[in-house]
Each structure stands twice: as C-alpha cells, then as structure tokens.
C-alpha cells in the first residue's frame, strides 16, 4: 500500500513539472495538458504487467459499452452533481460552451486523461489497496486521491463522485476497458455538451436508465465472458504431482 501511495505522489509531482515546464516553453494550457499527461502514461504502461498466458477478454466490446454508457448517463450526473454540490453551499460557476479548447486539449481530455487516470487509481492503486482495507475503504481513498488533483470545488464533486462509481465498477468487473469506456464516455460528452452543460441529448430520468442499462451490461459482459467464452481468460490450473 505505501509503494502505490508513493507511485501517486510522484505522479502528482511529475504532472506538476511537466505542466510547468511546458508552460514555460510557451506552449499554453493545451500543450502543458498534454505533456503533463504523456510522461506518466508512458511510464504506467511501460510498467504495467502484462500476462502472455492470455488475449485481451472482449475488451473491445467493454469499451464500447463502457463508452456509450458514460455518455448516455452524463445528464443523469450533472443532475446528481448539482443537487449534491447546491447541498453542500458551493456556488454556480460560469459554463464551459460546448466544444471549447483546440484538438490538443480534445485528445488530452477524451484519450489520454481516461487511460492514464484509469490505469493509477483503479487498476494500480485500487488493487494496491484493496486487499489491505477492503473494498468499500479502498474505493473511497482512491475516489478521494483521484478527486483532489482537479482543485477546482465542483470539479472535486464531480470526480469524487465519478470516482466512487468507476471504483465499484472495476471492484465488480474486473475490466480496466470497461472503466476507460466510461471515462472516456463522460468526457466526451463534457466536450459535446458542456460544463455545466448547454445542450442535453436526454433528460436525466431518460439518461439514468440508459447509463445503468450500459454499466450493467458492461458488468454482466465481463463477468460472464471471462470464464466462459475465452478459455485462455481462465486461472490455469495446476496439477498435483502424483506419486
């Protein structure tokens, strides 16, 4: 647990650099976003484990449910985000229009941030943490780990709450694609609509039940199709020498 702790303050601090020092070339809030996020990715997958026993479990038939339900839910969380944000006393900020930013900061937003923020928190450090607090402890300190980097009080809202659920997602499914989907999903829909949004696709009612009907079976896929459908995803089972 205190080396996955470490890899996240690190990261934090190497975010930190890059962004400054892109800033400093002159290279703008878009170009600093990028940076700032390429030098820990290529780190965290450079290091990821990746086991040759196995293909890829339909991963992407999970990113796909993942991302249509991500962007089918995003009315539904803005409304959740809003009551609880109102509660608590923090006060309306002015709207992201749709579409804002350059495709640098499109690519850094929708791409880059879901995989490299899915890869730290739900699959290195959720997994870090987990067998040490148990899951419900251990999806609430990543949520907050992953919420605090994004300063801003409604931003913080948003992802804690956007965190506590992709934690409970990997916790049931096992499937990192499944959580980049989502991620990725909500994203774009910031992007299309958005923050707080200008323009909604759905209504929230319509949105929840259209995001919990793509989380579900995104979960169910990935539960279902390791054991099953793919032989090669199963535990290889060792024999008992006999004598």
């Known amino acids: 647990m205190a080396h996955a702790l470490v890899v996240v303050f690190f990261i934090w601090s190497l975010l930190a650099s890059a962004s400054r020092i892109a800033q400093s070339l002159g290279l703008g809030a878009s170009g600093a976003a990028l940076i700032s996020l390429l030098a820990p990715l290529v780190g965290l997958l450079a290091t990821r484990r990746y086991r040759r026993d196995r293909r890829p479990c339909h991963s992407g038939a999970l990113l796909l449910l993942g991302l249509l339900g991500g962007f089918a839910s995003f009315p539904a969380w803005v409304a959740a985000i809003a009551v609880t944000g109102l509660a608590l ?60 980097p994004h300063l801003e009080p409604w931003r913080v809202l948003g992802t804690l709450l956007v965190g506590l659920m992709l934690g409970s997602v ?74």
Not at 122 to 140: C, H, K, N, Y
Not at 204 to 226: F, K, Q, S, V
Not at 231 to 242: F, G, L, S
Request: charge should be positive.
């Open 89 to 148: 006393g923090l006060v309306p900020v002015d709207a992201t229009p749709p579409g804002a930013g350059g495709p640098t900061l499109w690519i850094t937003t929708i791409l880059l941030a879901p995989v490299f923020e899915e890869v730290c928190y739900r699959e290195r450090l959720l997994s870090a943490l987990r067998p040490v607090m148990g899951s419900g402890f251990a999806i609430t300190a990543t949520s907050v780990l992953f919420a605090i």
């Open 170 to 243: 990997m916790s049931a499914s096992g499937s990192l694609a499944l959580c980049i989907g989502i991620h990725m999903g909500l994203n774009l829909a910031c992007w299309a609509c958005g923050v707080p949004p200008l323009r909604m696709a759905l209504s929230p009612e319509t949105a929840a039940l259209a995001g919990i009907g793509g989380l579900a079976a995104g979960i169910a896929l990935a539960r279902w199709t390791r054991p099953r459908l793919d032989p090669q995803c199963r535990p290889q089972r060792v024999e008992a020498p006999t004598t």
